[in-house]
């Protein structure tokens, strides 16, 4: 028999805001995250970026972490404040007995100090101590200790989407009985790596990115962690239940290392089958949180996957990450949570830095923060290697 | 949820990759890194992508291809790959420009290459393959969290064939790196590893893919019965909590531990770890029970139990444990089932258990 699998907490930290107020209540003052690279040296530095304009013993203070325990990358450090929000908000026993997990996902992790210290590392042993903080895996395995869990954690790793695969996994963990609790989420900081990585790819927009406008110019980096508390129906506390994840698919696009195509194949297959497993049709979703990077490809890809699935009938759609920025690995979990928030708040999230509609499509992102009637709610996450992953938050 | 496992291509330090079988001879030499042997990749990789490949990824679609040969080209319904550190030496690559030559960056190569989902959306491509694709990177529980996905997904009914694969690279930083932290032995022969009684070990790497289904029509095909994980954070575990994860492991399966005919340890060498497998063995297991060991032949790396799951499924299919990996032959004549046990420096311990299957 499956369980249903109920969001019961979430935590969120990014440009816009550390916790669901902040992040609320910049969607609905459509204040952007979007500015000025602060955090390092780059020669990347007149390109915007959404970053968190806190230091490592800022993040650390907020996260208090214990300064005895040793250097904490800055992907743990977000990691965890997301996940003492999520814990706080689901009133998180971890003395209890129930079967529990965890999933994060990252695409960078130990990066920050891999850039501090990767030279000298090369040379000598002075900064031996961080060797073990490099990897995908510590942030995880940090966060379990905090949260006491030794069984069913992992990291996962499928770029853009790593978060969604977190969420999906755990859910269908929990749908079938294998877990009672799963912590799910994402993290992944700001890096010269990635910066870097991204403007070689020609794919940074100048400006700010502009998702779903036809001067659309490229995608913005963001930074950010997010942490989801999914519980399954049987142990749930009904005060304590935010929504319902009642669908997912992951699918994989086979097209290109780093495009999508032109008509979105991947997309569609994606958004498609994650209504199948909620048993919906299209007409059932209220509103869809959009990839929508702002890429010349990723918005025309996705605005077509999302036409030829929805037809005349096309809910309200937005793409968060005008405000957020692209926070990669984090971007499923960070969506996810803005996703849960719009179904709390029976409100649409507007899409920022839009003005001239596109040619190729029929629809226009979400103006405004409108409150509306929403039953269910779709979040897509695309990633490098077409690996596509769409979740569906419903209304308990 | 059981899986057969009905197909299977592995590269590793071994000569595995041409023949189904246990290699003839075995590959050894003084040193305290073990390097894949790679085939030659004409044929089975497109030569035009061919040319600026990162090793690793030749690696991982050679075997995979070679699994899905095996499998009568039958193309899976989701993929799935574990890889401790993923696609270690273009990130190492990309890296270096960004810190050695201050951010002017002379190819996008490496970074396209270094993520670690390259190797699971390569296959896609290769195949033209639209499932399930995900990408496990966490330390020594990488590929067992990829069996895991694929048992589930052949519970969910979701799939009936998936590829699963265990993946990594090692490189010159890696090794000099992890070398700050001791962990590598001096140069040894590496078929001498279980008899050396310094700390460290030897370092390794492979590709190893397998097809499980859900369904056999084949006779005697080993059968995955299941996985488990388990984090000690930061090494602080007793022989009883490990014996206690077995317990519940073998009760959750059905099987008692008399059962178990042969462990496969994953016995590296290094005194300062080895000593729980030995323990295990003297005050747990059946005294019956036979025990193995495979990282002298594949060198340690996170997902070396992907190379255990090769050795063990051909150990339990031919009903023979080569005389090279053996330490202490089963008493008993058959075997029915086998225990991979492996932990990375006490941290991230696994438990796979493998059975027979029909005869």
Known sequence: ?396 | MQAYITASGIISPQKTFMDTGFPDTMTEGISNRLTCIEPDYHGIINPVQLRRMPRILKMGLASARLCINRSAGKSPDAIIVGTGLGCLENLEKFLKEIIGNEEHITSVLPFINSTHNAVAAQIAMMLHNHGYNVTYCHRGMSFESALDDALLHLEEKTAQNVLIGGIDECTDDFMQIHGYLNYWKSPLNNLSLRHDKSPGTIAGEGSAFFMLSGESSLQGQPVLEGVHTFLTPGGKVTSEDIIQEINSFLFSHGTEKKEISLILAGINGDSYYDGVYYDLAHGYFDPAAGMAMYKHLCGEYYTSTSFALWLGSLILSGQNIPDEVVIKRPAGKKMDKLLIYNHSRNCEHSLILLSHGKI
């Open chain 1, 1 to 396: 028999m499956h369980k249903r699998v109920f969001v019961t907490g979430v935590g969120i930290i990014t440009a816009i805001g550390n916790g669901t107020g902040q992040t609320l209540d910049s969607l609905k003052k459509k204040t952007s995250g979007i500015g000025r690279l602060t955090l390092f040296r780059s020669i990347r530095s007149d390109i915007p970026v959404a970053e968190i304009p806190l230091s490592l013993d800022q993040l650390s203070e907020i996260a208090e972490a214990d300064p005895g325990s040793g250097p904490v990358t800055r992907n743990t450090l977000l990691s965890l404040i997301a996940t003492r929000q999520a814990m706080l908000s689901s009133n998180w026993d971890i003395t209890s007995p129930l079967r529990s997990g965890i999933i994060l996902a990252t695409t960078v992790g130990g990066m920050d100090f891999n850039e501090r210290y990767y030279g000298s590392l090369l040379t000598d042993d002075t900064h031996k101590d961080v060797i073990t903080l490099l990897d995908s895996a510590d942030c995880t395995e940090k966060i379990a200790e905090y949260a006491g869990i030794r069984h069913h954690v992992t990291t996962i790793s499928t770029a853009c989407s790593s978060s969604a695969n977190a969420i999906m996994l755990g859910s269908r963990l929990i749908r079938n009985n294998r877990l009672e609790r799963v912590l799910v989420g994402g993290t992944d900081s700001l890096t010269r790596f990635t910066l870097n990585g991204f403007f070689a790819l020609e794919i940074l927009s100048p400006t700010g990115c502009r998702p779903f406008d036809r001067n659309r110019n490229g995608l913005t980096i963001g930074e950010g962690a997010a942490v989801l508390v999914l519980e399954s129906e049987s142990v749930a506390d009904p005060s304590a239940i935010l929504c319902e994840i009642t669908g997912y698919a992951n699918a994989n696009e086979a097209y290109h290392a780093t495009a999508s195509s032109a008509d979105g194949s991947g997309a569609f297959l994606a958004m498609k089958e994650a209504l199948s497993t909620a048993f919906l049709k299209p007409a059932d979703i209220g509103y869809i949180n959009a990839h929508g990077t702002g890429t010349e490809i990723n918005d025309l890809s996705e605005g077509r996957a999302i036409e030829k699935l929805f037809g005349n009938d096309i809910p309200p759609v937005s793409s968060t990450k005008a405000f957020t920025g692209h926070t990669l690995g984090a971007a499923g979990a960070v969506e996810a949570v803005i996703s849960v928030l719009s179904l709390r708040h029976q409100m649409l999230i507007p899409g920022i830095n839009f003005v001239t509609p596109m040619e190729e499509l029929h629809f226009l992102p979400v103006p405004e923060a409108t409150p509306c009637r929403l039953n269910h709610v779709m979040s897509n996450s695309f990633g490098f290697g077409g690996n596509n992953t769409t979740l569906i938050f419903s209304r308990s």
